[in-house]
């Protein structure tokens, strides 16, 4: 099965910041068929990036995705209060779908 | 609105069994994939099985594969996961997921908020 790695584990930053959160799997994912979800303690992940780099209905557009074949990066442009969470991407190219273990943003 | 809800969730002993159930609402149930994904702290996210729209495809992961089965019922707009001969290592919150459109199997855009399953002596 493909492993997904998302570096770094944890990151300390600010609002107003912009950060660039990394994904690389261990085999190319096929058709860049790669999702991006955050999620905050007590909730179900919410989808935000699918296909590397098209946002989810109703996500702002301070995320963005993109890569191809094993890497690939979240971006968030200017960090507001609400996205201090953890991020997690997910493969869905290839049987059996698997996810990484995400990375945590701190204030 | 689109809704999922998970129940079924318990502590049960090793080796025993379990039926989860996740009721939808808000959209036409036989046209979405329907999948069941766990969650353990500290270990992330794993799928554990899918189901098609008319039932009649299903995806197991290797991990559960002979001992989970999934099912729907189109009357209840529910789908059903049946867990048996539990281990240790099935523990964790069990989510439902469904993908964003009809032409899809992944990824998951709408969830449920969960059940959790403990498995312990």
């Known amino acids: 099965e493909i492993v997904l790695t998302q570096s770094p584990g944890t990151l300390s930053l600010s609002p107003g910041e912009r950060v660039t959160l990394s994904c690389r799997a261990s085999?190319?994912?096929?058709?860049?068929?790669l999702a991006w979800y955050q999620q905050k303690p007590g909730q179900a992940p919410r989808l935000l990036i699918f296909g590397a780099s098209y946002r989810a209905s109703g996500i702002p557009d301070r995320f963005s995705g993109s890569g191809s074949g094993t890497d690939f990066t979240l971006t968030i442009t200017t960090l507001e209060p609400e996205d201090f969470a953890t991020y997690l991407c997910q493969q869905y190219g290839r049987a059996p779908q698997t996810f990484g273990q995400g990375t945590k943003l701190e204030i | 609105e689109v809704q999922l809800v998970e129940s079924g969730g318990a502590l049960i002993q090793p080796g025993g069994s379990l039926r989860l159930s996740c009721a939808t609402s808000g959209f036409t149930f036989s046209d979405y994939w329907i999948h069941w994904v766990r969650q353990v702290p500290g270990k992330g996210l794993l799928w554990v099985a899918q189901?098609?729209?008319?039932?009649?495809?299903?995806y197991y992961a290797d991990s559960v594969k002979g001992r989970f089965t999934i099912s729907r019922d189109s009357a209840k707009n529910t789908v059903y996961l049946h867990m048996g001969s539990l281990r240790v290592e099935d523990t964790g919150l069990y989510y439902c997921a469904r993908p964003p459109n009809t032409a899809v199997a992944d990824p998951f855009e709408h969830w449920g908020r969960g059940t959790l399953v403990t498995v312990s002596s």
């Open positions: 085999q190319s994912v096929d058709n860049n068929y």
């Open positions: 189901i098609n729209g008319g039932a009649w495809t299903t």
